[in-house]
């Protein structure tokens, strides 16, 4: 049977995470169909029929689906279940929303954060925030995978050919409603996406410190900017810049920790980047470990000496 990929879009534009879960979709064997739900959507819809591995796309524009609510959606992929043997969808925020649900209609269980397809039913996943990993053989019939798009290649976007085919298939669980939604317009790359992340710890001490110091770093690299989850909570900087298991999962070429000490939840998001570069004035903190420069100082001191010469 087929295998069935969420996409991840905002409407317009197809996103990184649904090429690389492609990616994982073809290696688990079988035609792979991309799933584009929302409203005003069939401009994603053509961008996935260009997408390599790529043999149909399933078009449902109704704004039902305009903001991707989990109820929603979960509903939709239900009713499509019965012509694939596996759901795939990257795990995101979105991915992660909607698929238990879907797993939960099914009466299945599900297979999370997939970094490795050994075949069809065997997959590798990380456990223990990722200091393990374990290999995990299923024997459902529906086979429900979330993948970590940093552990997979891209598709090709363009050189496919698949065919669009448009469903009317509004499913409205009358359970959630949308509100509204704050998000943080930036000319820097997505965090998810960026080739090098500057990231900023509890010890910048304020959101007044991440200004002025993070952020002329970034702006030289053309940087996406991260954060830990202790620099968030405490207020500096808003929730979708936190790099960890509880946040985004990164893995730039090159990744520069200022002020991070390394708790093992933020290690679980960035310890898969190519170069890493922390600043600390402890060398004994944990992201020493995972760095493959560390420099011993004060970020206060260093920060603007490193942003001075490039």
């Known amino acids: 049977m087929a295998i069935l990929v969420y996409a991840e879009h905002d409407n317009a534009e197809l996103k990184k995470a649904t090429l690389s879960t492609v990616t994982a979709a073809n290696q688990m064997g079988g035609d792979v169909h991309v799933l584009v739900a929302g409203s005003g959507c069939k401009p994603v819809a053509e961008?996935?029929?260009?997408?390599?591995?790529?043999?149909?796309?399933?078009?449902?524009?109704?704004?039902?689906?305009?903001?991707?609510?989990?109820?929603?959606?979960?509903?939709?992929?239900?009713?499509?279940?019965?012509?694939?043997?596996?759901?795939?969808?990257?795990a995101t925020s979105n991915g992660k929303?909607?698929?238990?649900?879907?797993?939960?209609?099914?009466?299945?269980?599900?297979?999370?954060?997939?970094?490795?397809?050994?075949?069809?039913?065997?997959?590798?996943?990380?456990?223990?925030?990722?200091?393990?990993l374990a290999t995990v053989k299923t024997s459902e019939d529906k086979v429900l995978v979330t993948v970590r798009a940093t552990a997979f290649d891209a598709a090709a976007a363009e050189g496919g050919s698949a065919s669009i085919e448009e469903l009317d298939n509004a499913q409205d669980a009358s359970k959630s409603s949308f509100v509204g939604e704050e998000l943080a317009k930036s000319?820097?790359?997505?965090?998810?996406?960026a080739e090098i992340v500057v990231s900023g710890g509890r010890a910048l001490a304020n959101g007044e410190n991440f200004t002025k110091y993070i952020e002329p770093l970034a702006d030289k690299l053309g940087a996406a900017i991260g954060a830990s989850?202790?620099?968030?909570?405490?207020?500096?900087?808003?929730?979708?810049?936190?790099?960890g298991q509880t946040g985004k999962i990164v893995a730039p070429s090159l990744y520069i920790a200022a002020g991070i000490s390394g708790a093992i939840q933020h290690l679980a998001g960035m310890k898969d980047s190519k170069v890493i570069v922390a600043i600390n004035n402890d060398p004994e903190a944990p992201i020493?470990?995972?760095?493959?420069?560390?420099?011993?100082?004060?970020?206060?001191?260093a920060l603007p000496e490193l942003t001075s010469k490039l």
Do not use: W
């Open 47 to 90: 961008q996935a029929a260009k997408v390599a591995g790529v043999s149909k796309v399933i078009c449902v524009d109704n704004p039902a689906y305009e903001y991707q609510l989990a109820e929603n959606v979960a509903l939709l992929v239900k009713d499509l279940a019965g012509d694939y043997s596996h759901i795939v969808a990257p």
């Open 97 to 132: 929303n909607f698929l238990p649900r879907v797993a939960a209609l099914l009466d299945v269980s599900m297979i999370t954060d997939v970094m490795q397809v050994i075949d069809a039913n065997t997959f590798e996943r990380p456990i223990y925030a990722g200091n393990a």
């Open 229 to 243: 989850r202790a620099a968030v909570d405490a207020g500096y900087v808003p929730n979708d810049m936190q790099v």
């Open 288 to 301: 020493a470990t995972v760095a493959d420069y560390f420099l011993e100082a004060d970020l206060f001191d």
């Open 187 to 193: 000319d820097r790359p997505e965090l998810t996406s």
